[in-house]
């Protein structure tokens, strides 16, 4: 049977990569030959992405360490993902954008994140680590689904035949603080480049019309991306000359190619809807005031900030509360008390700007909010939380469904970990300074086929086999678990906490030395390990799978993982202190 069922099935394209990993005290070298990067997008997991983790060479290499090489490991306890935070959004890779991931998440430690919640909101959320660390840690959920040999090939390929690819970037403008007066000309001229910029590489797109093309998605994002640092940092020091300062805009520079005509090949059944933490829908502020008053900006600046934080703090109530209080709890403890704190807010600011200027009105129609039951594919568009068309297109996906949490060819049960190991180790060649609050992180690539596989890594092995690590996903022996394995970059430029790219300000050390490379030092280098049960006759019929982008098929080689640091200053202090005296800690 599974002869027939691989009948006429396109050849995949065989590619060579190097992939590194950092050990206990310095860097793994992985070398192996990826079967992951697919250039078909068929519905089903292929079989032949499954490998006996026998037949896998070892092929993890620690060099060892060296004089002045920091030894310690560090050990967080964030759970398992127990209280269920799943969310399609990914705010590292692509925040402001709601389900920009177009797949679940499992989020550990702060509770409060999703795609906008602002940093001052990160540092005094709830969170489920054990020794207080609000930092976020969140990777693809994985699925087990019986159904997942259902041979969907020729919708998906019709689907494809007339899927346009749309770029999709993260909103600007309702991330400014106030507007000066004084440069309101100047920052909107700006904010049209940005539209202007998104339409041309969105009209560069239809020429990959019914196919992908991944020559043509990295030239059209690599042009935009430069386009739009060049603008957005001139907004930023344009802002800031006048006294409104934008922090983090390098973070919303990087866009996105997406695939959303696919979704329509996969139906995701009549469940009712049961949405991935339920969160509260508010107008945007920032981009409906008027042009602020020199004397108002830090005060109008100062209630906008807080309105952020109450957001995110009602969000995370609706996230722990786990239904208490009966279907009117949200509504009456949660988004009625938020409703009379935005009023209030509104006020301060309508107060403000007019004690310089005409004082606006009709703030108090963007108060209420509402708990959000759109789609959650669906993107705000221009005049409805949206900066006058600068950001993502409306998207098909629906919002996911039933206790499972379905989403267009992510179906299935979702597979608690049995166990989430998070370290931060050591250096080979040095001792290794604190990360820098809020800095972000990513590891791996969840578009290896769209985007082409030079940023993606093996992480797939088995409990007892730390020795090596796969493309593919692991058939393991009877007693061992299913493990990911996922090493982030453990050296730092020095200076920024992001990047353009999400990648630039981080990177890895040298696979054969361990030293870090010119220009970056070593800061504690995170590893998180995910185990699962998953039985053996699930493995051996190639029935469990990664959720994905559309596009990325269950690619195990789209295998990811994302990090912000939320432990506060002297807890990083402390990790850092005791992996330079060679101690185990937690």
């Known amino acids: 049977m599974t002869a027939n069922r691989n009948q006429g099935r396109q050849r995949r394209t065989r590619i060579i990569a190097a992939v590194t990993a950092v050990a206990a005290v310095g860097v793994l070298t992985v070398t192996f030959v990826s079967g992951g990067g697919r250039d078909t997008a068929s ?12 037949q896998v060479q070892p092929n993890v290499v620690t060099p060892p360490p060296a004089a002045g090489a920091s030894t310690g490991v560090f050990t967080v306890d964030c759970g398992t993902n127990g ?12 925040p402001g954008i709601r389900n920009g991931a177009e797949h679940l998440h499992d989020f550990v430690g702060n509770l409060a994140i999703d795609a906008n919640t602002p940093n001052e909101a990160l ?11 609000r930092s976020s840690y969140f990777w693809p959920v994985v699925r087990i689904d019986q159904s997942v040999r259902a041979d969907r090939k020729a919708q998906l390929a019709q689907a494809l035949s007339t899927t346009q690819p749309k770029v999709s970037c993260p909103r600007v403008a309702d991330r400014l603080p106030a507007m000066p007066s004084s440069v309101s000309r100047s920052v909107r001229r700006d904010l049209a480049a940005l539209d202007r910029q998104l339409a041309t ?25 430069a386009e739009r640092a060049t603008t957005i940092k001139r907004i930023a020091t344009t802002m800031s000359q006048a006294g409104s300062r934008p922090v983090g805009l390098v973070s919303l520079v990087d866009c996105e190619v997406s695939y959303d005509g696919l979704h329509a090949a996969h139906a995701v059944g009549s469940r009712a809807a049961s949405g991935a933490n339920p969160t509260v829908r508010c107008p945007s502020v920032r981009d409906k005031l008027p042009e602020v008053p020199a004397r108002a900006v830090d005060e109008v600046n100062r209630t906008l900030d807080l309105m952020d934080r109450e957001i995110a703090a009602a969000n995370e109530r609706l996230a722990t ?10 509504q009456n403890a949660v988004v009625g008390p938020l409703r009379a704190k935005r009023i209030a807010a509104l006020d301060r600011i309508a107060i403000a700007i007019g004690r310089g200027a005409e004082r606006p009105k009709g703030l108090e129609a963007l108060a209420p909010c509402v708990l959000d039951t759109r789609p959650v594919g669906e993107q705000p568009g221009a005049g409805d939380n949206g900066n006058d068309g600068d950001g993502a297109a409306p998207s098909a996906l629906p919002e996911p469904q039933g206790p499972n949490l379905e989403l267009p060819n992510n179906t299935g049960r979702i597979v608690q970990p049995s166990k989430v190991l998070i370290e931060y180790r050591g250096n080979a060649t040095s001792p290794v300074r604190p990360m ?12 290896p086929i769209s985007r082409g596989p ?9 409990s007892g086999f730390a020795d090596r690590l796969s493309d593919k996903y692991p058939i393991c022996p009877k007693g061992s678990q299913v493990q990911r394995v996922h090493d982030f970059p453990g050296c730092w430029d020095g200076q920024n906490v992001d990047s353009a790219n999400h990648r630039d300000h981080v990177a890895f050390a040298d696979p054969a030395t361990g030293a870090c490379p010119a220009g970056f030092e070593a800061i504690p280098q995170l590893r998180i390990t995910i ?9 051996l019929r190639g029935q469990y799978a990664l959720d994905s982008f559309p596009e990325e098929d269950h690619n195990p080689f789209s295998d990811h993982n994302d990090f912000i640091n939320v432990n506060s200053v002297p807890q990083m202090k402390k990790i850092a202190t005791c992996i330079n005296d060679g101690r185990r800690c937690r």
């Not at 519905?43 to 026998?54: G, R, S």
């Not at 209280?83 to 692509?94: L, R, T």
């Not at 820098?436 to 578009?447: C, V, Y």
């Open 43 to 54: 519905a089903e997991a292929d079989l032949a992405d499954f490998v006996p983790i026998q």
């Open 83 to 94: 209280n269920g935070k799943f969310s399609p959004d990914n705010p590292v890779a692509q």
């Open 123 to 133: 540092a005094v959320s709830g969170t489920t680590c054990r020794n207080g660390d």
């Open 201 to 225: 590489a969105n009209t560069a797109m239809t020429a990959s019309r019914g196919r992908i093309d991944q020559r043509l998605n990295r030239s059209v994002i690599q042009r935009l991306r």
């Open 321 to 330: 509360s786990g239904g208490q209080g009966g279907p009117d709890f949200a």
């Open 436 to 447: 820098p609050m809020f800095l972000r992180a990513l590891t791996g690539d969840a578009k």
């Open 454 to 462: 030079a940023n993606a890594r093996a992480t797939w092995t088995c």
């Open 531 to 539: 185990s699962y049960d998953i039985p053996r006759h699930i493995q």
